[in-house]
């Protein structure tokens, strides 16, 4: 059972570098959520979607785009790094319908250090 | 601005104590759920509470919803060295889909 996967794990950026954390889940979730979480802190909300093609800010979207076209993949990307982006990185997945619950499924985490 | 505040931001007790961990908004959710995470790893999802006033109860962990929906709280009884992690709320706005955690509580418990 994959659940939610994100890679890389690790890595470090130079300034002004780009990445794309890739984010991707095979329950057919349609609700998905970037957090950042700073060490010893609760996460923060970046961007989230709640259905392919959708996409909506979070919390602290600036320096951050996201895309949305498939249900099972929700990429991020840092256009130009900056040391204030170092962090951990979690993507996450729900179900929302009328009826069900909205447990949500946490990647492992991607750390990212910019120096 | 922080949505959810959580207080105490740490709390460092003996084993065997009771404690309580709080988290208050001035913002009404149409669901609040409690985590609690481990080092290096993602939040794992404790309870769910969705109605004013709802308690439930998870073995020695006691959760309580607000009558207001703007503020939950974790009682823990007779804390035990596995309890320590980090716990985070996180509530979901009022009809909005944006799912807000907390600031964090960070616990240890000594034996």
């Known amino acids: 059972n994959a659940g939610v996967t994100q890679t890389p794990k690790f890595r470090i950026l130079k300034i002004g570098q780009s990445m794309t954390l890739q984010c991707a889940q095979d329950?057919?979730?349609?609700?998905m959520y970037w957090y950042r979480q700073d060490p010893g802190m609760g996460l923060k909300l970046i961007y989230y979607s709640v259905g392919a093609g959708i996409t909506d800010k979070g919390e602290v979207p600036n320096g951050y785009n996201v895309s949305r076209s498939t249900t099972e993949d929700f990429p991020l990307r840092l256009e130009l790094a900056a040391p204030s982006q170092t962090s951990v990185y979690f993507c996450a997945s729900s179900f929302h319908d009328s009826s069900s619950g909205n447990t949500i499924y946490f990647g492992e985490g991607s750390w990212l250090t910019v120096v | 601005t922080q949505l959810l505040e959580q207080s105490p931001q740490f709390l460092s007790i003996q084993e065997g104590e009771n404690l309580t961990v709080y988290c208050n908004s001035s913002s009404v959710f149409s669901s609040l759920q409690w985590y609690r995470q481990e080092p290096g790893e993602g939040p794992v999802l404790l309870v769910t509470v969705v109605t004013g006033g709802e308690v439930k109860k998870l073995k020695r962990l006691t959760f309580q919803f607000g009558d207001a929906r703007k503020d939950s709280s974790l009682h823990i009884t007779a804390a035990q060295p596995g309890d320590t992690g980090l716990y985070l709320c996180?509530?979901?706005?009022?009809?909005?889909?944006?799912?807000?955690f907390g600031t964090g509580t960070r616990l240890q418990v000594f034996p």
């Open positions: 329950m057919n979730h349609n609700y």
């Open positions: 996180a509530g979901h706005l009022y009809n909005t889909d944006k799912l807000i």
